[in-house]
């Protein structure tokens, strides 16, 4: 839509069906392109929605008999030029719009201009320059409704890159199929994803051959994975960014001068979240919004301003007074440190902290030690309420093998090499399967709500 006067709002149809309305009606969505899979679903939810057009992604011949007021998008195409001229308007015009996927609340949109979406490629393809290089094969195992595929689309074609779609297979066997018969070289999305795929390579013996680069973000890539991913011959980019921030804010390459740093510093370096990405401005701040100190120490709330970052919400102006300090940043509801040298360390999210006997304990921190356990193949950290100490951890597990699964004893022990022990676990959960988002993050939220009646042990009985 880039281009054309329209605006591109990317929509998650894993969303609840409140959730999907709900936003259609705020975006004020015009026309909707669905493929083939969806249209049972619209034509139930279509009477929730304002008048829409609705274009199916296919042929005449695939065309469904449909309730929808539906055109064919292969017939739509047919005649017209292939060459366009591009329209003049200013840089400034709105092109995309994304919502926020609700980890922490009700959706909020964000709407990129052409400008944004142009510098955010710009900077991208200009830090991860020598990773980019040579029109590489990219696989983006993000959504196109997660931020953009993290701007993909844009920065690929900048790079002279091809995209490999991994449609709906996103399993670890079908991704190392994927990257081996495709040549993948640089391969983009969440830890829960990478962690499927080198239990793929554990298994295969070896890494897709032609797979030398990833980029990771969206939440905490564990140390102990990105490790994994370094031994095999992959170098691990750890990102952070939010929809807000177009979304890289910060990108984790090494610089030169630690190349040849021991393995255990480049790994320390590569699990803190990296540096700004040109244009975008940092600072942590106290809870008087006073300026922190960056000393890798000090940690506070990071807030982020810049050409990339997002002004105000979309048709949100309680969220975005919530969200904006006075001069125009923007609060992430990140609780981070930021090193002299200028590296990112995000330690949490501010509501996934877990405040005990007036201390803070990260549920990042506590979750990155445990997925080093031999027997945990993906957990959370989740703070329960306590009486005495306002809230206590708890480590909710996914065994590797469920018959023989960690113990709490077993765990902590390990953690405790790390942590004092007010830090540990009181409780370990085992689960079968933890909750996803539809961006493939473990969904706390609805960790929350599962547990909402769960007793500490101390306090059973
Ligand atoms: P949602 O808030 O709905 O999950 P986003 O995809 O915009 O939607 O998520 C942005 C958030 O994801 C950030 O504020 C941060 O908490 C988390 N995040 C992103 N990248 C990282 C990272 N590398 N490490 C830790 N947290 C991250």
């Not at 605006?7 to 259609?24: D, F, G, K, W």
């Not at 995309?96 to 490629?121: E, F």
């Not at 008087?288 to 990339?308: C, F, K």
Request: proline fraction near 8%; glycine fraction near 8%; aromatic fraction near 8%.
């Amino acid at each position: 839509m880039s281009g054309v006067g329209a605006v591109c709002h990317t929509l998650n149809p894993r969303l609840s069906a409140e959730q999907m309305i709900y936003i259609i009606r705020h975006a004020e969505d015009k026309v909707l392109f669905t493929d083939l899979t969806f249209v049972p679903l619209l034509e139930k939810l279509q009477d929730h929605f304002p008048p829409l057009r609705y274009v199916i992604m296919t042929d005449r011949a695939h065309m469904p008999q449909t309730t929808l007021d539906a055109l064919c998008y292969e017939e739509l195409l047919e005649g017209q030029p292939t060459q366009r001229l591009w329209p003049e308007f200013p840089e400034t015009t709105a092109s995309g719009l994304c919502y926020t996927s609700g980890t922490t609340g009700d959706p909020k949109g964000v709407l990129y201009t052409h400008r944004s979406n142009v510098l955010h490629a710009l900077s991208v393809a200009t830090v991860l320059g020598p990773d980019l290089r040579y029109e590489p094969r990219i696989l983006p195992v993000v959504p196109l409704f997660h931020v953009n595929a993290w701007g993909l689309p844009f920065t690929a074609p900048l790079v002279g890159g091809s995209l490999i779609m991994p449609g709906p297979f996103l399993d670890g066997a079908s991704l190392w199929d994927l990257c081996q018969s495709e040549r993948v070289e640089t391969a983009w999305g969440v830890p829960t994803i990478w962690q499927g795929l080198f239990t793929e390579i554990q298994k295969r013996g070896r890494k897709p051959d032609a797979l030398r680069h990833m980029v990771v973000g969206g939440s905490a890539m564990p140390r102990s994975l990105i490790e994994s991913y370094e031994q095999v011959g992959v170098d691990v980019n750890h990102a952070w960014g939010m929809t807000e921030t177009s979304p890289l804010g910060t990108q984790g390459a090494l610089p030169v001068n630690k190349f040849d740093a021991p393995f255990t510093e480049r790994m320390a370096l590569k699990a803190s979240q990296g540096k700004r990405v040109f244009g975008v401005d940092m600072k942590i701040v106290d809870e008087d919004g006073q300026p922190m100190p960056q000393d890798g120490e000090a940690i506070g709330e990071l807030y982020v301003r810049g050409n990339t970052v997002m002004g105000s919400y979309f048709k949100n102006d309680t969220a975005t007074n919530q969200a904006m300090d006075a001069e125009g940043w923007f609060g992430t509801g990140d609780v981070a440190s930021i090193s002299a040298s200028g590296r990112l360390t995000i330690r949490d999210r501010a509501k996934d902290l877990i405040k005990s006997g007036g201390e803070w304990i990260s549920s990042i921190d506590l979750e990155n030690l445990a997925l080093a356990h031999p027997k945990i193949a993906q957990c959370a950290v989740i703070a329960m309420p306590h009486p005495k100490w306002d809230e206590r951890p708890v480590l909710i597990a996914k065994p590797v093998d469920p018959l023989d699964p960690p113990t709490l004893e077993d765990v902590n022990q390990m953690l405790s090499q790390n942590l004092a022990r007010w830090q540990l676990p009181d409780d370990l959960i085992l689960v079968e399967e933890l909750p996803l988002t539809a961006t493939g993050k473990i969904s706390k939220l609805t960790l929350r709500q599962q547990f909402k009646d769960y007793v500490l042990p101390d306090l059973a009985g």
